[in-house]
Every structure is written in C-alpha cells, then in structure tokens.
C-alpha cells in the first residue's frame, strides 16, 4: 500500500490572511445562495422581527416595574397583555425564523454538494495523482458539515446579536447616554482582548481538522486495501499509525480545550465585571438626581445583560464563522482548480468529429506532472492505420499504459504531439473523443452494483438484448448464467465478490457494447486460465476486426499475428516491424524475448 506522509501538508493552503481575497472567496459562496434568495430574505425578516421583540420585552418591564408605584391597574393589566402578546408573537417568528433558514441552508448545501462533486469528478488526472482520495472524502464531507452548521446556526445568531448590540445601544442611549457611555467605555476592552484571542482559537482549530482528516485518511486507505493489511501482518503496524494520529489529535483537541476554557472564563468575569460597574454606577446617577426612574435603571440593566450576553456570544461565534471561512477555502481550492477541457476552446464552434481510427504518434515526450524529473516516454514515434492491430511489448514500466493514457488525454504529452484522423487529439471534444474509445485495463475495478450495471456503463441504456449479446461474446455468458441470480448477481464492493478473470471479462463485454473505433487492451487476458483465455482471445479477435487496437501483452503468443510490434524499453521505441521481422533482428530484444518465453513453456 502506498505510502505518502505528507500529502495533506501539500494539501495545506498558505495561510491566507483575512483580506479582500478571503473575504471575495466567502462571497463566492453566496452564490449557491442566490436561487434561495427570496425565502432567504423572508428567514431575515422573521429573523428581525423575533429580535425586535426580543428587544422590546425590556422595555415593557421596566415600564410595569414603574407602574407599580404610579400607575393605574388598567396599565398594569395593559402592559401584562402586551407582554403576553410579545411573547406570542416572538415564538411564531422564532419557529419560522428557524424553518426558512433550514430551507435555505439544506437546498444551498444540496446544490455545494452537487457543485463540488460535478467539479471534482471532472478535474484532470493530474489533481488525483498527487491528492489522497481518502483524505478528499474526508475533506470535503468535514468542511461541509461545518459550513451546515454555519448557514443553520451561526449566521442566524451572527444577525440576531448584532440587532441586540446595535438596537440595545440605541434604546440606552435613549433612557441615558451618560450611562451608555460608560457602558461602552468598557465593552470596547473586552471584544479586542475577545478578537486577539479569536483568532489564536482559529488557528488551533484549523490544526486539529486537519488531524482529524488525517486520521480519517488512514481507516480509509486500510479498509480500501484490507487484504493487504492482512496478507502482510500489518495490522499492528497500521494500528500504531492510527494510534499515532489520533494521539496527536488528543495533544491538540487539549490544547485548544485550554484557550477555549481561558477565553470562556475571561468573557465570564468580563460580563459579571461590567454589568456590576453599570449597576454601581446607575444607582450612583439616580443617588445624584438624574432623571432615571428604577423602571430605567432596571430596563437599562436587562439592556446591558442582553447586550453583554450577545457579546460573549459574539466571540464564539466569531471563531465559528471563521472555521467556516477556513471550511470555504478548501472548497473553494478544489473548485477553483481547472477541470478538464471538456468544451475545447480552439475551433469550439466547429469541431472536427472524432473518430475513424488513424492513430499518430510524433516525437511524444512525457514525464508525469507528479515527478517532472523523470522522463517517461522518449521521443515516441508510430504510425498506426485505421483498423489496424499494433501490439506493445516491453518490461515493466517501460511506459506502455502511459501511451495510453496520452491517447485518452488523462494527460498531455510534454512534448510532441498525437494525431488521430490527422488532427491533434487537442483540438477534438473530450468527450467526443473519449466516447470512441475503449479500455480493458489492466486493473479492472468494478462498481458496487450489479453485473448488470457493470456492463452496461460501457452504453448506458443499453437494451437487455445488446448486454446479453456482449456478454455472450466476452464469453462471460456462461460464468453469469452459473450464478443464481445472473446478470443481477452483486459483485461487491469494487468487484470483489468475482475472481480477476471474470472481472476481466466483464471490462470485455463493457468495451464491446460501447463498440469503439479505437480499442485498447492493456493486459487483458493476463488473469485467465489457459482455456478461458483460448475463449476470451476469440472474442477479442472478433472484437477488434475492424477497429484500431492496441494491445499490451507479456505473453508473445498471444500477438503474434498482430500487424505491429512496437517494443518499447525505458520509454523509447527500440524495435518496430511484424512478428517475422522482429524475429530476423539478430540479438535484437523481441527475439530473444520470444525465445526465452518459448524455452519456458517448452
Ligand atoms: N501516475 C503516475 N505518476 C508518476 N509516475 C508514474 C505514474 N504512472 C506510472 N508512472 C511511472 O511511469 C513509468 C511507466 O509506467 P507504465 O505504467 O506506463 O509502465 P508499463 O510499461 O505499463 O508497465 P507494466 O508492464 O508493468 O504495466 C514507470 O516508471 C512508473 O513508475
Ligand atoms: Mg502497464
């Protein structure tokens, strides 16, 4: 299993700033927003009118405090009513406030969800050579659930504080500015001291989501390839890893418990502190004959407990939403990243259709974007003519399924170009030209579902008549029809209820029933039996009559009729020719290849 420690520190974004930059990628977020715009809007305004309310409770308190010396038992009963009334009123806003707002927030994650699935699905290979999947998965479910808690929880809270500070502070300075301003002498103090310590709070929090993804990462990848945890005893091995990981997360979880206590304490002591100081000092001003009544100082003081309280609250709301910017600059890299040209931009309007079969190969050069020091492929040069059936031999990793992966545009080569029907492969649609070819690969990895789907992902919608006949001719029939439940039988997850030569047949019949103009088979009978790929070889043959196809093979025999060889080592072709011609090189590589396969067998 495959082992790359840091990947997730490559992954790691450079710490960004809260600047117009970030603040401009929050933004973007909001247009998954706009389609909800309209109950968004009405979610504000139930939003403001359960805040309002809110605010006006104290004020009708301090006035029934009041009446209780001069007032008349009709306002006493009044004011009673009404507060009544307001209470009614605020519980119907705040259920509705809370209803839009799940509306909003679950149609809005529904279309980023969609929107960074439809984006990653189609990003170059290149993005998923160097990014762990595991760690992707993770990444994206993580951020997603946090930004959930944002849209449902935060921003209504967000809103619904600043209303109580800025509405509350209006109404004091109403009933006393000198009290106001001494009330704001203080509150100042606390949310710079509560920023500084935000912001650390951020950071901390960052950290431990990263461990967290990371240790996510390593029960992924062993539970994707629990067989070979097992068949090489590593479990230990794996479980100190998974230990180690998630220790870290333990340190660091700590570590922020700290802070979080420290800035939890201090906000604490900070609110008993100045709502203490306002109490001193009100009582003071109506000792010296201002012209507060109780009722004010009273109405004043559930003012100041309100304002305090949304202030603390701010603070920890802050370092939500600002976990929820970090959640958003993930998404935003991954949907940032330029996908594949899908619609092409040179001759967009009029693109040449692909394809009939010519394939060209001029001076390709390439080295995988992953490890650009290492030249893959070498000046490769072929010619092959439509229909006809060129194979490549050569030792392993000389660079024969990276010749591939350039015909299917899973990269670009680095130098050269390749030429189908006399036109560069770039100037053809992508899926347009991907669409007239097929793979067998050499690892074939199946859906979850049934033989049935397997196949017919080769044509979706594909008529039951066409899947059986392509099984038929992948000889896959027979094995299917053994099965009880047949074409509908589950091959488990990624195929692994179904040995490696009936998976192999399988990606035959797919690739029959998408009946390509180019066909490549990488490997293809490699897991069979000699009988079934006596079989299998028939149904290729059949298969590729009249389609350009490339096959790789280890085992000679099984090419010898082929139109080309092309033996490819460390990248370049060193021989080219039909199997006869191959033969008469003298100590030429083919030949004694070929002899040495026959003295095996022999
Ligand atoms: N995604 C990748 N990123 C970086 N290097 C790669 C990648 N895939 C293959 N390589 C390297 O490119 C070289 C050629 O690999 P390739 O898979 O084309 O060999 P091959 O001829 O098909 O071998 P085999 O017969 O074993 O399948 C190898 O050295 C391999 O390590
Ligand atoms: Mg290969």
Redesign the pocket.
């Known amino acids: 299993m495959a082992r790359h420690g840091q990947a997730s520190t490559e992954r790691e974004t450079p710490k960004k700033k809260i600047t117009g930059e970030g603040l401009k990628r929050l933004y973007r977020l909001f247009r998954f927003i706009r389609p909800q715009k309209s109950v968004f809007i009405l979610g504000l305004i139930f939003l403001l009118l359960s805040s309002v309310t809110t605010l006006i409770f104290p004020m009708l308190m301090g006035d029934l405090l009041d009446s209780a010396t001069n007032g008349t038992l009709e306002k006493i009963n009044r004011i009673g009513f009404i507060l009544l009334g307001i209470f009614v009123a605020n519980s119907i806003f705040s259920y509705f406030r809370i209803y839009t707002f799940a509306v909003v927030t679950q149609k809005t994650l529904a279309l980023l969800r969609q929107t960074t699935y439809n984006h990653l699905i189609r990003l170059p290979m290149v993005f998923f050579?160097s990014r762990r999947v595991g760690e992707l998965n993770s990444r994206i479910s993580a951020d997603i659930a946090l930004l959930q808690e944002t849209f449902t929880n935060t921003l209504a809270q967000f809103i619904r504080q600043v209303i109580t500070i800025v509405g509350g502070i209006t109404l004091l300075t109403i009933i006393s500015y000198k009290l106001t301003l001494f009330m704001l002498a203080i509150v100042p103090v606390v949310a710079i001291i509560a920023r500084i310590f935000g912001t650390f709070i951020r950071k901390l929090s960052k950290i431990s989501q990263d461990k967290v993804a990371e240790s996510n990462t390593i029960v992924e990848e062993t539970l994707q390839a629990i067989t070979n945890v097992k068949a090489f005893a590593n479990e230990a091995f794996e479980i100190l890893r998974y230990k180690k990981k998630t220790d870290e997360v333990i340190e660091i979880g700590l570590k922020g418990a700290k802070w979080r206590g420290l800035f939890v304490s201090f906000i604490f002591l900070a609110m008993f502190g100045s709502i203490a100081g306002v109490v001193w000092y009100g009582v003071y001003l109506v000792n010296q004959g201002d012209s507060m009544t109780s009722g004010d100082l009273f109405k004043f003081i559930l003012y100041t407990v309100f304002i305090a309280g949304s202030i603390s609250g701010m603070a920890d709301l802050y370092s939500q939403i600002q976990k929820a910017i970090g959640a958003t600059e993930n998404l935003m890299d991954i949907l940032e990243e330029d996908t594949e040209p899908f619609e092409q931009t040179i001759e967009a309007l009029k693109q040449p259709e692909c394809c009939k079969g010519k394939v060209e190969f001029a001076g390709v050069s390439f080295n995988?974007p992953?490890?650009k020091d290492?030249r893959?492929l070498k000046n490769i040069s072929f010619t092959l003519k439509k229909g006809e059936q060129v194979a490549l031999v050569?030792?392993?990793?000389?660079?024969?399924?990276?010749?591939t992966s350039l015909l299917f545009r899973f990269y670009d080569p680095t130098d050269g170009q390749i030429f189908i029907d006399n036109r560069n492969i770039k100037e053809y649609n992508l899926t347009d030209l991907r669409s007239n070819m097929a793979i067998v690969p050499?690892e074939v990895l199946l859906f979850g579902g049934t033989i049935r789907e397997n196949i017919e992902y080769g044509k979706p919608g594909a008529s039951e008549q066409e899947i059986i006949e392509a099984a038929r001719k992948a000889n896959a029939m027979e094995f299917i029809t053994n099965f009880p439940e047949g074409l509908d039988t589950i091959v488990g997850e990624r195929g692994v209820q179904l040995s490696g030569g009936q998976r192999q047949r399988i990606a035959i019949a797919r690739a029959i029933l998408k009946d390509p103009a180019i066909l490549i088979l990488d490997?293809a009978t490699s897991s069979l039996d000699s009988e079934s790929e006596r079989l299998v070889q028939d149904a290729l043959q059949q298969l590729m009559k009249g389609r350009t196809s490339i096959v790789?093979a280890?085992r000679l025999s099984t090419i010898h009729n082929a139109d080309k060889i092309i033996v490819?080592d460390k990248g370049e072709v060193k021989e080219m020719g039909s199997h006869e011609k191959l033969l008469e090189i003298e100590n030429g590589i083919y030949k004694n290849l070929s002899e040495l396969q026959l003295e095996l067998m022999g």
């Open positions: 050579s995988y992953t490890r290492v893959v050569g030792p392993s990793g000389a660079g024969k399924s990276t010749i050499q490997e790789i280890h490819i």
